[in-house]
Each structure stands twice: as C-alpha cells, then as structure tokens.
C-alpha cells in the first residue's frame, strides 16, 4: 500500500522525473511545477511506496471560487491499475469541496481511454473536447463533475 501525504518542493526533482516520463511532449516545465506546487491556491499530493515517489497529483481551489481543476495526475507503469489513481483523485475531490467549490473539471487527452474511465466512475461527464489542445493534435476532452456530489468509486 502506498503513503499519501501533502507535495512540497523537495519532491520536485521525483515529480519531475515522472512528469517527463509520462506527458512527455507535453510535459510541464520545471518552473510551472514549482509554482503549482508552492501556490496558495493549489494543493499537491504524492504518493510514495517504500520511499520512492510512484505517483502525484494537484487541484487549483482558489479560496472564494465555486470551481476547481484538476491540474495534473500521473502515477508510475509499475502502480497503475491497482487503485492509487483514484485514491489521489478522491483526495483532491475531497480537498475541493472542503475549499467551497461547486464544480470540478480537468481535461483529459482524448487517446487515454483509462484515465477517462476513471474519471467517469468518479462521477465526471464529458462538457466537449478541445481539438488539437495537445501536441501530435491529440484533442483534449474537457469532464466536469459537482464536487458536493458524494466521492464514489471507491476501490
């Protein structure tokens, strides 16, 4: 089972290791990272397993807004398909809605069949796609969900 617990900058380098394994070309740069990381109006987790970092994700709930995002969710190939992702994304869900808002949306690249499955079984449904939103032209499908409606999909 792997630990949660809160990001903070000395996870960056691991962060960034993963993020570049992951999403690359259209993997965010270092500096972006730390911003998000360090912001007042975000909230970052990683998940670690036997002190490695195997996975992190973050939400932006500014402080008076009825809308979150999901900014970014990655977990490493060896620990997917064994419930973490959804763990840190219930996570984030409960973070939002204690932050006050109401909606929730992330976007999600069109050929990533299971993240979008996740994400519907957690109760998000698909608002439209951004054409050409990532590199290669992939499409970006934008999902919203109401962050009062219960979490579910629990593992």
């Known amino acids: 089972m792997s630990g949660i617990r809160e990001a903070d900058l000395r996870d960056l380098d691991a962060i960034m290791a993963l993020e570049s394994a992951t999403f690359a070309p259209d993997d965010w740069s270092r500096e972006s990272m730390s911003r998000e990381i360090a912001s007042e109006h975000t909230r970052y987790l990683v998940a670690e397993q036997g002190g490695e970092l195997v996975g992190y994700a973050g939400v932006l709930a500014p402080s008076g ?91």
């Open 65 to 155: 807004s009825t809308d979150a995002d999901i900014q970014t969710i990655a977990v490493a190939p060896a620990h997917r398909g064994a419930g973490l992702g959804r763990r840190l994304m219930n996570e984030l869900l409960d973070y939002a809605a204690s932050s006050g808002a109401r909606g929730v949306f992330l976007e999600v690249r069109a050929d990533n069949p299971g993240a979008q499955h996740l994400y519907t079984s957690l109760g998000f449904a698909v608002l439209g796609v951004r054409p050409r939103y990532y590199k290669g032209g992939i499409d970006a499908v934008v999902m919203k969900r109401d962050a009062r409606e219960p979490v579910r999909g629990e593992a």
